[in-house]
């Protein structure tokens, strides 16, 4: 799997702006439900030249969602996806989220 095919996007929210923080940097994106540990580390390094410490994966299933439509109820579920926290070396930052 290509590294772009890996990690689809970044999750920015307060809880991941607060994780970039401090001295091991962690950053947090959704990615490929087929890829793993190995395969996110060595795409962060292969995309922005980082060395990536750790990795961290939790998979999220989908939950029920409903809504009301012009022939009644339409009963669906919101899509499942894969959150992968990522731990940066000592020192080490993505310029990009840094907005440098």
């Not at 929210?13 to 580390?41: D, H």
């Not at 994966?57 to 919101?78: A, E, H, Q």
């Amino acid at each position: 799997m290509r590294a772009d095919q890996v990690i689809i996007r970044p999750i920015v929210s307060e809880k991941s702006t607060l994780a970039r923080e401090g001295e091991c940097k962690k950053y947090t994106f959704c990615v490929n439900p087929k890829a793993n540990k190995f395969e996110i580390m060595a795409a962060v390094k292969e995309i922005w030249g980082v060395d990536a410490t750790a990795c961290n994966v939790m998979n999220f299933k989908g939950k029920p969602k409903f809504s009301r439509g012009k022939g009644g109820y339409i009963k669906g579920t919101t899509a499942s996806w894969k959150k992968a926290v990522v731990t940066l070396a000592k020192g080490q930052s993505i310029s990009v989220f840094e907005g440098v």
